[in-house]
Every structure is written in C-alpha cells, then in structure tokens.
C-alpha cells in the first residue's frame, strides 16, 4: 500500500530542537511536492513548511521563519524538517503530505490549503513542547 509515514516527533523542553522525518513507502518522492501541516488542539490545521519536487523552492509560515528548515533527500526517499528553538505553541500533531502537483502547482499554495485532498497524508507525529 502507497503511503508517506512520519517519524521523529517528541517530548522536547523549549528552545530545544527535533528533526522530524517523512518516508515515503511504495512509491518515490522525487515528483512529489512535500508540505509539513500541524493542527493543534481545538485549533485548525495550518500549514508549516513546503518543498517543491522541482526546483527545491520552499515555503515557511511567519510562525516558523528562521526555526524550521525543510529538506529532502531524494537517494533516501525522505523529507525533513528540521525544528530549532522550539516554543510552547509549536505543540501540535505534525502530519506530511506528498502531492504531485496536479492541481495545487506553488508550494504558497500547498501550504495555505491545509485542507485539500493531497495524494498522500500521513498519520502525524506528536511533538510536544514543555518544561
């Protein structure tokens, strides 16, 4: 069965770091565009950070500029995302999605439709961020 699973989420005190990843099974990553989502809870789901599967270009929320670093390693058929000086309000549920880009084409775009029915989602992984 095609799927992408997440991986790397944590217990994590604030200002500390966590590198979450996204695997791809059954299928290759490399035409696929990547966005990281989180919902909250009682809140929505917002996108955090896309990758283009095309030139690389890349997207961060305001919430997430200059703490979160996205990456893909396509030889290992995995996304990154790389959490720095984390904060009590990045606490959420973190979820990836792989898409190839039919109908959703900027990774702006992707990250601002939390909603839309991408190719794959994931199952989410939990990070929590607390003293």
């Known amino acids: 069965q095609l799927h992408v699973v997440e991986s790397g989420g944590d217990l994590v005190q604030p200002g500390g770091s966590l590198r979450l990843s996204c695997a791809a099974v059954g299928f290759t990553l490399d035409h696929y565009a990547i966005g990281w989502f989180r919902q909250a809870p009682g809140k929505e789901r917002e996108g955090v950070s896309c990758?283009?599967?095309?030139?690389?270009?890349?997207y961060y929320a305001d919430s997430v500029k200059g703490r979160f670093t996205i990456s893909r390693d396509n030889a290992k058929n995995t996304v990154y995302l790389q959490m720095n000086s984390l904060r009590p309000e990045d606490t959420a549920v973190y979820y990836c999605?792989?898409?190839?880009?039919?109908?959703?084409?900027?990774?702006?775009?992707?990250?601002?439709?939390?909603?839309?029915?991408?190719?794959?989602w994931g199952q989410g992984t939990q990070v929590t961020v607390s003293s």
């Open positions: 999605t792989a898409d190839r880009g039919r109908w959703v084409t900027t990774v702006q775009a992707m990250c601002a439709m939390a909603q839309w029915d991408y190719d794959y």
């Open positions: 990758i283009s599967s095309s030139d690389g270009s890349t």
